[in-house]
């Protein structure tokens, strides 16, 4: 919800929000003051909160087909924590996914966390 960006600011350290540019990529701003931080940016963030349509149980994210997320998680480390924020009903058996997709390990939904079988 609208309150989540307030919320979440509290509890890290530095909170970084996407910029969506005009080719589809995600530039990256600071919460508190605005400023852009540039592509590389989600390089350093240790924990991703990122939209999803569904996801299913291996971890496989299904977006809104612009490839947005996609182009940033391919540059996020392997250390990160990855979470997919979604309404209730929204984790399914399978969805369809690509080889180079980056699997979530999380999905957030109003009823709670679940861990994903990555």
Known sequence: GPGMPDLIAQLVPRLMLPVLLPDKDLDWALYDDGSLLGLKA?????????PAVA??????R???GG?????????VSSSALVVALLHDGEVL????????????QVALTPSGVQGLDI
């Open 42 to 50: 989600i390089t350093e963030a240790d924990l991703i909160i990122v």
């Open 55 to 60: 996801v299913d149980v291996r971890g496989y």
């Open 62 to 64: 299904l977006g809104r």
């Open 67 to 75: 490839g947005s997320y996609d182009r940033a998680l391919a540059r």
């Open 93 to 104: 058996a399978r969805v369809p996914h690509e080889p180079h997709d980056r699997r979530v």
